[in-house]
């Protein structure tokens, strides 16, 4: 008994570990995007060419430059509005999600469904984005982009499907909600229509390419962890 109990001390009272291991991942990313638009801002202020390395410019890309742009420009931003709307959201989405499917899986998740994300921002500007029309549904292949936000429709994307009727408010209207299911599609619908109609330089396509890697991983929990699931939805309602 006693022993059990130094080693119950020593697990979970005097190995706390460090200042980031007893963070959140959700955390965690946030931190390492606030540190790293920082520091690119700096860089591009004084050398405005410098943006070629960590944005997305799908027409690099698709001739085998600049590949690690597709990670990288998940961490940066265009200036700090977008990046406390971001930040903001994933706060928001994030923890909920990394207490559903775990740190280690949501950091996962996080990565792969940004870098699906920004293959998906790549491929169709690329190939529909080359004329007028096609660049204001689609963006331009020149048109470099930054921003979490693929991933955190990849977020919104899972709760559409694993919690499908949990409700959901948007930043600007908090006192209004819908369900998951109808709330996430009408945002990314809405937001492409004023975009393509105004001009605005939003990355549809990577929120696009985001929605549906969430939506692909949700519907592989849900057939994995179907009992569990629904106990979810059932201690929500």
Sequence with gaps: MRNRLRRYTARNVLNTGNFFNRLSVTIQLIFANIVLFIIGSVIIWTNPNFI???????SF?????????IITSMFMHANI????????????????????IGSRRFF??????????????????????????GGMIFGSPD????GASGAIFAIAGLFVII??????????????????????P?????TWIVSAGTGLPIGNTAHF??????????????NKYSRKIQLLNESIQ
């Design 52 to 58: 070629d390395y960590i944005a997305l410019n799908p």
């Design 186 to 190: 009408l945002v990314l619908f809405l």
């Design 163 to 184: 919690t499908p009727k949990l409700r959901f408010s948007i930043i600007f209207l908090p006192f209004f909600s819908l369900p998951a299911y109808i709330m996430i």
């Design 209 to 222: 390419g985001g929605l549906i890697a969430g939506i692909a991983y949700g519907a592989y929990l849900k």
């Design 108 to 133: 996962w998740f996080y990565i792969i469904s940004g870098i699906a994300a920004g293959i998906v921002a790549v491929i169709f500007p690329v190939f529909f984005g080359s004329t007028s029309i």
């Design 81 to 100: 509005f977008h990046l406390m709307i971001n930040m903001f959201v994933l706060f928001s989405l994030g923890s909920f999600c990394e207490k559903i």
């Design 143 to 146: 048109m470099p982009g930054v």
């Design 61 to 69: 890309i698709i001739h085998g430059k600049y590949l690690w742009t």
